[in-house]
């Protein structure tokens, strides 16, 4: 059933996000350099948000990808990332509405 799956999807989301990798717990992450911990996060959030963006796609669930997920990136301030993983998607056409929401 395709509202389970996404909401399967939101609750991967919630997690990802709630437990991503932060360069503000040195304590966790002491043996790691700030840089490193920032590629992890980087990495961390390109990996979700295309994930997300594959997902939306495929389930034609554009309302989902530029409402909810997005928001949850606004929230996480990772919005660059967002729009960096949706490039390629659109300069491919196999993205070829942008909701003016996130514009």
Not at 22 to 34: K, N, P
């Amino acid at each position: 059933d395709e509202s389970w799956l996404a909401g399967l999807l939101m609750r991967y989301v919630n997690l990802a996000i709630e437990n991503a990798p932060d360069a503000y717990q040195s304590e966790e992450y002491s043996s790691f350099t700030t840089s490193s911990i920032l590629d992890l996060s980087h990495s961390h959030f390109q990996m979700l948000a295309g994930v997300c963006v594959d997902f939306c796609i495929v389930t034609k669930r554009l309302d989902l990808l530029y409402g909810k997920i997005f928001r949850k990136f606004q929230e996480a301030a990772q919005v660059s990332i967002f729009f960096d993983v949706l490039e390629p998607y659109i300069l491919s056409d196999k993205l070829r509405y942008i909701s003016p929401a996130v514009m």
